[in-house]
């Protein structure tokens, strides 16, 4: 053990951190504490350096980008805190809450307000100054987004939840205007996705790869990993884009070639499942 240190254990809700290890700023574990707090703990010293304190108990989603931390807590509100110090550099509100973390793609930030059976807009902000560039309903009525938007090329994604499974909807990245929307179901709910250069690539449950092309909505290639027993699905179905390869976690690991689906090799057969995949 090389560094110990105590803080209040979290309540109401589950916990979330960010690690901060960029050159330039210093080494910071930022983390949930008591109902409604985050930490930064010095790495060096084990000393906390500042704590922040969100409007609301809840559920929190952090997103760190830099030296800033993108933090939603479930209401109306996302900030942007400084890493370094615990100040806040923006703020930005909506009569929606925000419930998922954002996503920081080529100086912009994405990010979904609303979305629980509810109506859902999509958010463009510049991630420096909270500048609102354009927001866009995701949806003609009520809506359930989910996970985090897609930044894939030209436009974003967002996955919409209904009764049968899930649909995918895009805008365009710039104004916001709506470029084109699934007609039918196109993955199950569960399914995690993963945006790679113009591709939106999709690991589903039920034991299946699946990559939509991000400007036009088509299916560009569809593998099945193997036959799934309840028991045997991993319970982060996350890809992982490592130098040029996504590695796809299934009741075996197995690797592609994200542009047009090459596979390239396959991790196993082992008795353990990848319940968590780091490459």
Request: hydrophobic share 40%; charged share 25%.
């Amino acid at each position: 053990v090389r560094l110990r240190t105590g803080i209040r254990p979290r309540l109401g809700g589950p916990p979330a951190g960010a690690v901060v290890n960029a050159p330039g700023l210093p080494k910071l574990l930022i983390v949930t504490e008591g109902e409604r707090h985050l930490v930064a703990v010095d790495l060096a010293s084990a000393e906390p350096r500042w704590r922040y304190t969100w409007g609301r108990g809840g559920a929190l989603r952090l997103k760190r980008a830099g030296r800033l931390l993108y933090v939603a807590s479930g209401d109306s509100a996302l900030t942007a805190v400084d890493v370094e110090s615990g100040e806040i550099v923006w703020r930005v509100r909506s009569r929606l809450r925000f419930r998922s973390a954002p996503v920081v793609e080529h100086d912009c930030l994405f990010s979904i307000a609303g979305g629980t059976s509810s109506a859902a807009e999509l958010w463009a902000i510049d991630p420096y100054s909270g500048e609102i560039r354009w927001k866009t309903p995701v949806s003609d009525g009520p809506a359930t987004v989910e996970g985090t938007p897609l930044a894939a090329g030209p436009v974003v994604v967002c996955t919409l939840r209904d009764r049968y499974g899930v649909r995918l909807a895009a805008f365009d990245r710039d104004g916001g205007a709506p470029v084109w929307r699934s007609d039918a179901t196109v993955a199950p709910i569960g399914t995690s996705w993963l945006s790679v250069d113009e591709v939106a690539i999709g690991n589903t449950p039920t034991g299946e790869l699946l990559a939509i092309e991000a400007a036009t909505g088509q299916l560009r290639y569809r593998h099945v990993l193997g036959r799934v027993l309840e028991s045997d699905v991993p319970r982060r179905l996350e890809p992982v884009l490592r130098s040029g390869a996504l590695f796809v976690p299934h009741t075996d690991v197995h690797v592609f070639r994200p542009s047009d689906g090459t596979r390239l090799a396959t991790i196993g057969p082992c008795d353990a499942i990848p319940d968590l995949l780091r490459v």
